[in-house]
């Protein structure tokens, strides 16, 4: 029992530290989807690659 409050405790650190960086991921992912909209909105297109796989 001498253990279990320093286990306890590193569990719920990883799972905050994990928590955070879903959370973080999520919302990067949203900024950087709205960042291309906004691109796209304005007429900013993405490269396209030709048949052979090299960019134009």
Do not use: C, K, P
Request: proline share 0%; glycine share 8%.
């Amino acid at each position: 029992m001498t253990h279990f409050v320093f286990i306890a405790a590193s569990y719920g650190v990883s799972l905050l530290a994990l928590g955070l960086l879903a959370l973080w991921l999520v919302l990067d992912y949203r900024s950087q989807r709205r960042t291309l909209s906004e691109l796209e909105a304005r007429g900013v297109g993405r490269r396209r690659a030709n048949r052979t796989g090299e960019s134009e």
